[in-house]
Protein backbone atom coordinates (compact mmCIF):
# COMPACT_ATOMS: atom_id res chain seq x y z
CA UNK A 1 0.00 0.00 0.00
CA UNK A 2 1.16 3.41 -0.97
CA UNK A 3 1.34 6.20 1.63
CA UNK A 4 -2.43 8.02 1.98
CA UNK A 5 -1.91 11.81 -0.13
CA UNK A 6 -2.94 14.42 2.64
CA UNK A 7 -1.58 17.62 0.91
CA UNK A 8 -2.42 19.53 -1.58
CA UNK A 9 -0.90 23.04 -3.52
CA UNK A 10 -3.24 25.29 -4.54
CA UNK A 11 -1.41 28.23 -7.04
CA UNK A 12 -3.53 31.18 -7.15
CA UNK A 13 -0.72 34.25 -7.65
CA UNK A 14 -1.99 34.56 -11.44
CA UNK A 15 -2.52 38.23 -12.24
CA UNK A 16 -5.99 37.50 -14.33
CA UNK A 17 -5.19 39.87 -16.65
CA UNK A 18 -8.22 38.38 -19.55
CA UNK A 19 -10.75 39.53 -16.63
CA UNK A 20 -9.76 43.16 -16.20
CA UNK A 21 -11.38 45.42 -15.17
CA UNK A 22 -12.94 43.01 -12.79
CA UNK A 23 -9.27 42.00 -11.01
CA UNK A 24 -8.04 45.19 -11.04
CA UNK A 25 -8.50 45.10 -7.10
CA UNK A 26 -9.79 41.57 -6.66
CA UNK A 27 -8.36 37.95 -7.36
CA UNK A 28 -9.89 36.42 -9.91
CA UNK A 29 -10.02 33.37 -7.52
CA UNK A 30 -12.60 35.30 -5.34
CA UNK A 31 -15.07 35.63 -8.12
CA UNK A 32 -18.26 34.62 -7.21
CA UNK A 33 -19.89 31.88 -8.98
CA UNK A 34 -23.59 31.83 -7.39
CA UNK A 35 -22.72 32.57 -3.48
CA UNK A 36 -19.11 31.17 -2.76
CA UNK A 37 -16.03 32.68 -4.42
CA UNK A 38 -13.94 30.15 -7.01
CA UNK A 39 -10.93 29.40 -4.61
CA UNK A 40 -13.86 27.51 -2.46
CA UNK A 41 -15.06 25.80 -4.95
CA UNK A 42 -11.34 24.09 -5.28
CA UNK A 43 -10.70 24.04 -1.26
CA UNK A 44 -13.72 22.10 -0.96
CA UNK A 45 -12.85 19.69 -3.98
CA UNK A 46 -9.76 18.66 -2.37
CA UNK A 47 -11.00 18.32 0.91
CA UNK A 48 -13.50 16.02 -0.19
CA UNK A 49 -11.08 14.05 -1.12
CA UNK A 50 -9.57 13.59 1.53
CA UNK A 51 -6.74 16.23 1.47
CA UNK A 52 -6.65 17.69 4.95
CA UNK A 53 -3.49 20.48 4.59
CA UNK A 54 -3.80 23.30 2.13
CA UNK A 55 -1.18 25.77 1.00
CA UNK A 56 -2.41 27.95 -1.18
CA UNK A 57 0.33 30.24 -3.14
CA UNK A 58 -0.45 33.94 -3.48
CA UNK A 59 0.70 36.91 -4.94
CA UNK A 60 0.32 40.68 -4.43
CA UNK A 61 -2.96 42.19 -3.87
CA UNK A 62 -4.67 38.91 -3.22
CA UNK A 63 -4.68 39.42 0.72
CA UNK A 64 -9.05 38.54 0.19
CA UNK A 65 -8.04 34.90 -0.42
CA UNK A 66 -6.52 34.86 2.89
CA UNK A 67 -9.18 36.49 4.82
CA UNK A 68 -11.69 34.48 3.16
CA UNK A 69 -10.47 31.48 4.94
CA UNK A 70 -9.79 33.18 8.31
CA UNK A 71 -12.26 33.10 11.13
CA UNK A 72 -14.81 36.13 10.88
CA UNK A 73 -15.53 36.47 14.64
CA UNK A 74 -17.43 40.25 14.07
CA UNK A 75 -19.66 38.98 11.66
CA UNK A 76 -20.18 35.49 13.09
CA UNK A 77 -20.72 38.09 16.26
CA UNK A 78 -23.15 39.66 14.16
CA UNK A 79 -25.01 36.40 12.80
CA UNK A 80 -25.22 35.20 16.30
CA UNK A 81 -27.52 38.47 17.76
CA UNK A 82 -29.37 38.80 14.76
CA UNK A 83 -30.61 34.56 15.10
CA UNK A 84 -29.42 33.96 11.53
CA UNK A 85 -27.80 30.38 12.72
CA UNK A 86 -28.04 29.09 9.38
CA UNK A 87 -26.12 31.95 7.53
CA UNK A 88 -23.46 31.30 10.92
CA UNK A 89 -23.17 27.89 10.40
CA UNK A 90 -22.26 28.51 6.84
CA UNK A 91 -19.91 31.20 7.65
CA UNK A 92 -17.64 28.80 10.56
CA UNK A 93 -17.52 26.00 7.82
CA UNK A 94 -15.52 27.80 5.83
CA UNK A 95 -12.46 28.25 8.52
CA UNK A 96 -12.90 24.67 9.29
CA UNK A 97 -12.41 23.03 5.79
CA UNK A 98 -8.90 22.16 6.52
CA UNK A 99 -5.21 23.31 8.07
CA UNK A 100 -4.89 26.14 5.66
CA UNK A 101 -1.92 27.93 5.09
CA UNK A 102 -0.38 30.93 2.52
CA UNK A 103 2.99 31.58 0.81
CA UNK A 104 3.36 34.46 -1.94
CA UNK A 105 4.80 34.00 -5.06
CA UNK A 106 7.38 36.60 -4.98
CA UNK A 107 7.77 36.89 -8.57
CA UNK A 108 5.27 35.41 -11.79
CA UNK A 109 7.72 32.73 -12.95
CA UNK A 110 5.14 30.41 -14.16
CA UNK A 111 2.98 27.71 -12.80
CA UNK A 112 5.94 25.37 -11.98
CA UNK A 113 7.49 28.13 -9.86
CA UNK A 114 4.32 28.43 -7.89
CA UNK A 115 4.31 24.85 -7.44
CA UNK A 116 8.00 25.08 -6.45
CA UNK A 117 6.40 27.18 -3.47
CA UNK A 118 5.09 24.12 -2.02
CA UNK A 119 8.71 22.24 -1.55
CA UNK A 120 9.03 22.99 2.49
CA UNK A 121 5.28 22.22 3.00
CA UNK A 122 5.40 19.26 1.56
CA UNK A 123 8.50 17.83 2.99
CA UNK A 124 9.23 14.75 0.50
CA UNK A 125 5.57 13.57 0.76
CA UNK A 126 3.52 13.26 -2.72
CA UNK A 127 1.13 16.11 -3.09
CA UNK A 128 -1.58 17.23 -5.14
CA UNK A 129 -1.99 20.19 -7.23
CA UNK A 130 -5.03 22.30 -7.77
CA UNK A 131 -5.50 25.07 -10.09
CA UNK A 132 -7.05 27.69 -7.98
CA UNK A 133 -8.76 29.66 -10.95
CA UNK A 134 -10.51 26.12 -12.20
CA UNK A 135 -13.54 24.05 -10.99
CA UNK A 136 -14.06 20.14 -11.91
CA UNK A 137 -17.55 19.43 -10.67
CA UNK A 138 -17.63 15.25 -10.81
CA UNK A 139 -20.75 13.08 -12.34
CA UNK A 140 -19.48 10.79 -9.58
CA UNK A 141 -20.11 11.23 -5.66
CA UNK A 142 -16.60 11.69 -4.89
CA UNK A 143 -14.59 14.27 -7.17
CA UNK A 144 -12.47 13.47 -9.96
CA UNK A 145 -9.32 14.32 -7.83
CA UNK A 146 -10.35 11.40 -5.67
CA UNK A 147 -10.13 9.08 -8.62
CA UNK A 148 -6.75 10.17 -9.53
CA UNK A 149 -5.58 9.94 -5.32
CA UNK A 150 -6.34 6.38 -5.74
CA UNK A 151 -4.44 5.76 -9.16
CA UNK A 152 -1.72 6.81 -7.48
CA UNK A 153 -1.62 4.71 -4.33
CA UNK A 154 -1.99 1.86 -6.27
CA UNK A 155 0.47 2.67 -9.10
CA UNK A 156 2.79 4.89 -7.29
CA UNK A 157 3.34 6.86 -10.10
CA UNK A 158 2.32 10.83 -11.04
CA UNK A 159 -0.91 11.39 -12.21
CA UNK A 160 -2.50 14.01 -14.47
CA UNK A 161 -6.24 15.02 -14.82
CA UNK A 162 -7.34 14.58 -18.34
CA UNK A 163 -10.33 16.26 -20.57
CA UNK A 164 -11.91 15.29 -24.00
CA UNK A 165 -10.80 18.76 -26.22
CA UNK A 166 -14.36 18.39 -28.28
CA UNK A 167 -13.18 20.76 -30.95
CA UNK A 168 -10.22 19.57 -32.93
CA UNK A 169 -9.25 23.49 -33.21
CA UNK A 170 -9.17 24.21 -29.78
CA UNK A 171 -6.16 21.86 -28.97
CA UNK A 172 -3.64 24.60 -29.83
CA UNK A 173 -5.27 26.28 -26.67
CA UNK A 174 -4.26 23.70 -24.53
CA UNK A 175 -1.18 21.41 -23.18
CA UNK A 176 -2.03 18.01 -24.80
CA UNK A 177 -1.29 14.57 -23.86
CA UNK A 178 0.16 11.30 -26.05
CA UNK A 179 -0.79 8.81 -24.17
CA UNK A 180 -0.36 4.68 -24.84
CA UNK A 181 -4.22 3.75 -26.12
CA UNK A 182 -4.24 0.47 -23.75
CA UNK A 183 -6.91 0.99 -20.92
CA UNK A 184 -5.32 0.41 -17.51
CA UNK A 185 -7.81 -0.69 -14.96
CA UNK A 186 -7.82 -0.44 -10.79
CA UNK A 187 -9.34 -3.28 -9.25
CA UNK A 188 -12.50 -0.65 -7.96
CA UNK A 189 -12.53 0.01 -12.21
CA UNK A 190 -11.08 3.14 -12.42
CA UNK A 191 -9.64 3.46 -15.67
CA UNK A 192 -6.51 5.51 -16.67
CA UNK A 193 -3.66 5.35 -19.37
CA UNK A 194 0.62 5.58 -19.52
CA UNK A 195 1.59 8.94 -20.66
CA UNK A 196 4.18 8.66 -23.60
CA UNK A 197 4.77 12.62 -23.81
CA UNK A 198 3.07 16.13 -23.53
CA UNK A 199 2.95 18.64 -26.11
CA UNK A 200 2.38 22.12 -24.82
CA UNK A 201 0.07 23.79 -27.27
CA UNK A 202 0.08 21.97 -30.59
CA UNK A 203 -1.31 22.93 -33.90
CA UNK A 204 -4.48 21.13 -34.69
CA UNK A 205 -2.15 18.82 -37.38
CA UNK A 206 0.50 18.11 -35.07
CA UNK A 207 -1.54 17.14 -32.17
CA UNK A 208 -1.03 13.83 -30.85
CA UNK A 209 -4.23 13.47 -29.53
CA UNK A 210 -7.37 15.20 -28.38
CA UNK A 211 -7.25 15.15 -24.35
CA UNK A 212 -5.87 18.07 -22.92
CA UNK A 213 -4.39 18.72 -19.14
CA UNK A 214 -6.99 19.60 -16.47
CA UNK A 215 -5.99 21.37 -13.74
CA UNK A 216 -5.96 18.79 -11.15
CA UNK A 217 -1.81 16.71 -10.97
CA UNK A 218 -0.58 14.49 -8.22
CA UNK A 219 3.03 14.64 -7.90
CA UNK A 220 6.02 13.26 -6.23
CA UNK A 221 8.26 15.53 -4.60
CA UNK A 222 10.90 14.29 -7.15
CA UNK A 223 9.07 16.87 -9.28
CA UNK A 224 10.98 20.08 -7.19
CA UNK A 225 14.49 19.31 -8.47
CA UNK A 226 12.82 18.66 -11.82
CA UNK A 227 11.49 22.50 -11.57
CA UNK A 228 15.06 23.14 -10.52
CA UNK A 229 16.42 21.88 -13.90
CA UNK A 230 13.45 23.27 -16.18
CA UNK A 231 14.83 26.27 -18.54
CA UNK A 232 12.35 29.07 -18.58
CA UNK A 233 10.75 29.67 -21.51
CA UNK A 234 8.06 32.42 -23.02
CA UNK A 235 7.68 35.39 -20.90
CA UNK A 236 10.99 34.02 -19.08
CA UNK A 237 8.22 31.57 -17.16
CA UNK A 238 9.25 28.00 -16.04
CA UNK A 239 6.39 25.75 -17.86
CA UNK A 240 5.16 23.00 -15.27
CA UNK A 241 4.55 20.75 -18.46
CA UNK A 242 8.21 20.80 -19.95
CA UNK A 243 9.16 19.98 -15.99
CA UNK A 244 7.06 16.83 -16.34
CA UNK A 245 8.82 15.90 -19.25
CA UNK A 246 12.04 16.04 -17.80
CA UNK A 247 9.67 13.65 -15.14
CA UNK A 248 8.77 11.23 -18.19
CA UNK A 249 12.58 11.07 -19.04
CA UNK A 250 12.91 9.07 -15.55
CA UNK A 251 9.98 7.54 -14.84
CA UNK A 252 6.20 6.88 -15.85
CA UNK A 253 2.79 9.45 -15.68
CA UNK A 254 -0.78 8.23 -15.80
CA UNK A 255 -3.40 10.10 -16.88
CA UNK A 256 -6.92 9.87 -15.77
CA UNK A 257 -9.68 11.33 -18.10
CA UNK A 258 -12.06 13.09 -15.95
CA UNK A 259 -15.68 11.77 -15.37
CA UNK A 260 -17.22 15.45 -15.02
CA UNK A 261 -16.46 18.57 -16.70
CA UNK A 262 -13.84 21.70 -16.24
CA UNK A 263 -15.10 25.38 -15.67
CA UNK A 264 -12.14 27.69 -16.47
CA UNK A 265 -13.08 30.82 -15.55
CA UNK A 266 -9.39 32.30 -16.96
CA UNK A 267 -11.61 34.54 -19.40
CA UNK A 268 -15.07 36.65 -18.79
CA UNK A 269 -17.25 34.42 -21.49
CA UNK A 270 -15.52 31.15 -19.60
CA UNK A 271 -16.65 32.80 -16.13
CA UNK A 272 -20.29 33.51 -17.53
CA UNK A 273 -21.21 30.25 -18.74
CA UNK A 274 -19.93 28.73 -15.04
CA UNK A 275 -21.97 30.85 -13.67
CA UNK A 276 -25.03 29.99 -15.67
CA UNK A 277 -24.69 26.25 -15.21
CA UNK A 278 -24.00 26.61 -11.54
CA UNK A 279 -26.80 28.81 -11.40
CA UNK A 280 -28.84 26.01 -13.08
CA UNK A 281 -27.90 23.20 -10.62
CA UNK A 282 -28.06 24.76 -7.38
CA UNK A 283 -31.88 24.52 -5.83
CA UNK A 284 -32.49 28.22 -4.86
CA UNK A 285 -31.84 29.65 -7.70
CA UNK A 286 -31.95 27.06 -10.81
CA UNK A 287 -35.99 28.38 -11.16
CA UNK A 288 -35.49 31.82 -11.60
CA UNK A 289 -32.39 31.66 -13.68
CA UNK A 290 -34.32 29.00 -15.38
CA UNK A 291 -37.37 31.17 -16.36
CA UNK A 292 -35.22 34.32 -16.77
CA UNK A 293 -33.23 32.55 -19.72
CA UNK A 294 -36.44 31.77 -21.49
CA UNK A 295 -37.72 34.90 -21.17
CA UNK A 296 -35.00 36.32 -22.24
CA UNK A 297 -34.45 34.44 -25.26
CA UNK A 298 -38.55 34.51 -26.21
CA UNK A 299 -37.93 38.59 -26.14
CA UNK A 300 -35.09 38.56 -28.60
CA UNK A 301 -35.70 35.63 -31.04
Not at 119 to 131: R, T
Not at 240 to 260: E, H, R
Given at each position: MKK???KAVIPAAGLGTRLLPATIAQPKEMLIIVDKPVIQYVVEEAVAAGIKDILIVTGRNKRAVEDHFDPSYELEDTLQKKGKLEELKSLEKISKLANIHFIRQKKQLGLADAIYQG?????????????GDTIISSNKEKPCLADMLDIFCETGKSVVAA?????KKDVERYGIIDYDKKVLMLKNGINYHAIR????????GKAPSRLAIASRYIFTPDIFGLIEKTKPGKNNEI??????????????????????RRYDIGDR???IK????FALKNEETRSEIYK???SFCKTND
Open positions: QITKYFVGGEPFAVLLEYVKRGLVEKPSEQITDSMQLLLQQDSMMAYQIDGIDYTTIDHIL
